[in-house]
């Protein structure tokens, strides 16, 4: 049974950081292109940042500089350092897996909320 499961989301206020952990299990984590994804009401799930089995990284044009994505294959768990935050980061964020082998699988963590307010 696969398992994405997001920690570290809550409160903070504008200029502030938050560290998202998502812990896998269930699937061949060094092999997946791991991904942190982001949604508000009423708008689509939006890409925040991604890294590769080959640790290849992409962000979202809004975090550059201020988010940073990382992986530890050794404890299965895909991490995304945010400092610098504003309001419009408040969302929930998503731990996404991907897996290329012929055919794309896909997984998603059920979301952690953070909210960036004074």
């Known amino acids: 049974q696969v398992q994405l499961v997001e920690s570290g989301g809550g409160l903070v206020q504008p200029g502030g950081s938050l560290r998202l952990s998502c812990a896998a299990s269930?699937?061949?984590?060094?092999?997946?292109?791991m991904g942190w994804y982001r949604q508000t009401p009423g708008k689509q799930r939006e890409l925040v940042a991604v890294?590769?089995?080959?640790?290849?990284?992409n962000y979202a044009d809004s975090v550059k500089g201020r988010f940073a994505i990382s992986r530890d294959n050794a404890k299965n768990t895909v991490y995304l350092q945010m400092i610098s935050l504003k309001p419009e980061d408040t969302a929930v964020y998503y731990c996404?897996?991907?897996?290329?082998?012929?055919?794309?699988?896909?997984?998603w963590g059920q979301g952690t909320q953070d909210t960036v307010s004074s």
């Open positions: 269930g699937i061949i984590f060094s092999r997946g292109t």
């Open positions: 996404n897996a991907e897996f290329r082998r012929g055919v794309v699988t896909t997984y």
């Open positions: 890294i590769t089995d080959n640790f290849n990284i």
